[in-house]
């Protein structure tokens, strides 16, 4: 399996600042054949669903505010939000599709400093 | 727009067989574009991947679940189910079920996932 590592386990961050996470997989989620990182950021408010945030690695799903930015190739990769919102309170996690089983993350938790 | 619901059983006894039904709306569960995936997340903890659907021949599991995990696939009703055989109190979790896009018939990313629902595993 491929192992996915996040850090922090948590962070507090003003509203307005930056908040980053980071993501690390156990080997490389990037597909020489097409060059594309097979890696998807979610985020996960309390009492729901995941939302889909980012897909390969670095492009937004439609809706997505563009303070949501992805980063990064091989095996760290990167989320940041920009300008942290009070709505952005939440669980991110990574998690890879390039191979199977599919497996996410511990998961970060984003609060208001 | 596409909307999945879980349902089934919240309390399940030891030993005994889970058994939840996804009902997707808003498009065909037979399209070539999406892959059908069961997700499970213990309280306060992360997410597990349990297995997926494709066809009703082409499923694949996690292979920490694979020997007490079926999938199954019903187009007449655009459902799939999961059944998992002899739980434990380890099984108790919220459940979700979710669709995996595809464009060249590899599974991608999780897009629209259900809202979950929470089995208990307890006597």
Same mark, same amino acid.
């Given at each position: 399996?491929?192992?996915? @590592? ?20 156990? #080997? ?14 979610? $985020? $996960?408010?309390?009492? +729901? ?9 670095? @492009? ?19 989320? @940041?939000?920009?300008?942290? #919102? ?8 990574? +998690? $890879? ?5 599919? @497996?996410?993350? $511990? ?7 | ?6 349902? =089934?059983? =919240? ?20 399209? *070539?574009?999406?892959? %059908?995936? %069961? ?10 991947? /349990?297995?997926? /659907? ?12 694979? *020997?007490?995990?079926? /999938? ?8 799939? *189910? ?30 629209? %996932? =259900? ?9």
């Amino acid at each position: 399996d491929i192992v996915m @590592t996040q850090s922090p386990d948590s962070l507090a961050v003003s509203l307005g600042e930056r908040a980053t996470i980071s993501c690390k997989s156990s #080997q490389s989620v990037l597909y020489s054949s097409n060059n594309k990182n097979y890696l998807a950021w979610y $985020q $996960q408010k309390l009492g +729901q669903p995941p939302k889909l945030l980012i897909y390969w690695a670095s @492009t937004r799903e439609s809706g997505v505010p563009d303070r949501f930015s992805g980063s990064g190739s091989g095996t760290d990769f990167t989320l @940041t939000i920009s300008s942290l #919102q009070a709505e952005d309170v939440a669980v991110y996690y990574c +998690q $890879q599709y390039y191979g199977t089983p599919r @497996t996410f993350g $511990q998961g970060t938790k984003v609060e208001i400093k | 727009q596409v909307q999945l619901q879980e349902s =089934g059983p =919240g309390l399940v006894k030891p030993s005994q067989t889970l058994s939840l039904t996804c009902t997707v709306s808003g498009g065909s569960i037979s399209s *070539s574009h999406y892959f %059908w995936s %069961w997700i499970r997340q213990p309280a306060g903890k992360g997410l597990e991947w /349990i297995g997926r /659907i494709y066809t009703s021949e082409n499923t694949n599991y996690n292979p920490s679940l694979k *020997s007490r995990v079926t /999938i199954s696939l019903d187009t007449s009703k655009n459902q799939f *189910s999961l059944k998992l055989s002899s739980v434990t109190a380890a099984d108790t979790a919220v459940y979700y079920c979710a669709r995996e896009k595809t464009m060249t018939g590899t599974p991608y990313y999780f897009d629209y %996932w =259900g809202r979950g629902t929470l089995v208990t595993v307890s006597s």
